[in-house]
C-alpha cells in the first residue's frame, strides 16, 4: 500500500525553465510533508517542508504548494539550475506527541537539468 | 559541527549471516532513525530509538533489532540475512518533542550473496 506516490519516475528540464515534481497521498492523517534531495553516494538532504494549515512555502528558488482537498503537493525550482539534477524524494509524516515523527517517503523522481 | 555518520559505508555479507550498522546523531540531536532504501524505491522506516527505546516500528520483522546508546549513537543488527535484505541503510536523527525534519547520514550499502 503506496501512501505517497510520485507517478512521473524522470523529468527532464532545460537549465533556467522551470520545474515541477509532483506528489500524491492516501492517508488524511499526514499533516507535514517534505521534500528530500539525493545525490548518488549520499544519503538524502533535506529541501523544504509545508505544514497541513498552509498551502504554500517557499525558499528562494523552491516553492512547495499542498493542495489538501486534492491530497497533492507539487516542488516548483526556478530557475532550473544543472547542480539540481538529483534524485527528489516527497515524505509526509503525522505528528507523534513526545516522539519525532516517521517519515513515509515516495519512489522519487529524478530530475535532470540540461544545458 | 559533524553531521550524521554512519559506518561502516560498504559490507558484503553471506545469507544467514548477522550484521551490525552504527549511526552517530547530528549534535544535538537525541532520536535516531532507520530506514532500508532497496533499489529503485523510496526510503523505507525499519524503527526509531529515543531515551534509548524503541520508540515506533514499521513493517520491519523480529531479525531487525536495534538500539541506543546513553550518547545518542545506534546501531541496527540484523540477524539471519536474506537476499532481500540487500540495500542502503540510512540513519536520520532528529530532535524529539514533535519534530519533523530528520537528517540522514550518507547510508551503508549492504550486499547480501
Known amino acids: 500500500d503506496q501512501q505517497v506516490k510520485q507517478n512521473s519516475p524522470s523529468l527532464s528540464v532545460q537549465e533556467g525553465r522551470i520545474s515541477i515534481l509532483n506528489c500524491d497521498y492516501t492517508?488524511?492523517?499526514?499533516?507535514?510533508f517534505l521534500w528530500y534531495k539525493k545525490y548518488p553516494a549520499e544519503g538524502p538532504t533535506f529541501l523544504i517542508s509545508?505544514?497541513?494549515?498552509?498551502d504554500k512555502n517557499e525558499d528562494g528558488r523552491f516553492t512547495v504548494f499542498l493542495n489538501k482537498s486534492a491530497k497533492h503537493l507539487s516542488l516548483h525550482i526556478v530557475p532550473s539550475q544543472p547542480g539540481d539534477s538529483a534524485v527528489y524524494f516527497c515524505?509526509?509524516?503525522?505528528?507523534?506527541?513526545?516522539?519525532?515523527?516517521?517519515?513515509?517517503f515516495g519512489t522519487g523522481t529524478r530530475l535532470q537539468v540540461t544545458l | 559541527d559533524a553531521g550524521v555518520t554512519q559506518s561502516p559505508t560498504h559490507l558484503i555479507k553471506t545469507r544467514g549471516q548477522q550484521v551490525t550498522l552504527r549511526c552517530s546523531p547530528k549534535?544535538?540531536?537525541?532520536?535516531v532513525s532507520w530506514y532500508q532504501q532497496a533499489l529503485g524505491q523510496g526510503p523505507q522506516f525499519i524503527f526509531q530509538?529515543?531515551?534509548?527505546?524503541?520508540?515506533q516500528r514499521g513493517n520491519f520483522p523480529d531479525r531487525f533489532s536495534g538500539h541506543q546508546f546513553p550518547n545518542y549513537s545506534s546501531e541496527l543488527n540484523v540477524n539471519a540475512l536474506l537476499l532481500g535484505d540487500s540495500a542502503l541503510y540510512l540513519c536520520?536523527?532528529?530532535?524529539?518533542?514533535?519534530?519533523?525534519?530528520?537528517?540522514f547520514g550518507p547510508g551503508t550499502r549492504l550486499t547480501v550473496t
Open positions: 536520520a536523527s532528529s530532535r524529539a518533542s514533535g519534530s519533523h525534519e530528520q537528517y
Open positions: 492517508n488524511s492523517m499526514f499533516d507535514y
Open positions: 509545508i505544514s497541513s494549515i498552509k
Open positions: 515524505a509526509a509524516s503525522a505528528l507523534n506527541t513526545g516522539t519525532a515523527s516517521k517519515l513515509t
Open positions: 549534535s544535538g540531536h537525541d532520536t
Open positions: 530509538y529515543y531515551e534509548e527505546e524503541e520508540r
